[in-house]
């Protein structure tokens, strides 16, 4: 995933895969974070929200883009844990906002989910990736 028409001081949305909890208990989601920020991405804020509140999965947009959502305008729903049915895919979505600081010399990297199930604390990181080049 990725652009290479990004722009210093640019805002962009970056979808993190869509929780599935393919176990026989629910879970419930505490946290999440990109492992790898490189040097010229600022992560400003993560969010959750609602697919049918977004209009879908958007995997990577602009702020202030013409299909980007105003998630300011939205319920986050990761403000208190995200539960997820055993078995299930969620109905919503985590998101990174990221900005652009300096012209980025590698990708971000690694999600990690941080959850609980059955009274235990659980944390696992999955391969997802976004480059954000900026254009010259």
């Known amino acids: 995933m990725g652009t290479e028409s990004a722009k210093i001081g640019q805002v962009w949305y970056f979808a993190l895969p869509v929780p599935y909890n393919t176990s026989s208990q629910a879970i419930e989601i505490t946290e999440v974070a990109l492992k790898r920020v490189p040097a010229g991405i600022k992560v400003l804020e993560y ?3 609602h697919l049918e509140d ?17 998630f300011g305008k939205l ?3 990761g403000l208190k844990p995200v539960k997820v049915k055993a078995g299930e895919e969620s109905n919503i979505f ?8 300096a012209p980025p010399k590698e990708t971000a990297r690694w999600c990690r989910f941080d959850y609980r199930q059955g009274g235990q604390a659980y944390s696992q990181t999955m391969d997802c990736e976004v480059e954000l080049k900026v254009a010259k």
């Open 94 to 101: 985590y998101l990174a906002k990221l900005k652009i600081t």
């Open 47 to 49: 969010g959750a929200y």
């Open 75 to 77: 319920k986050n729903y």
């Open 54 to 70: 977004a209009g879908g999965l958007p995997l990577l947009a602009d702020d202030g883009g013409p299909h980007t959502p105003d």
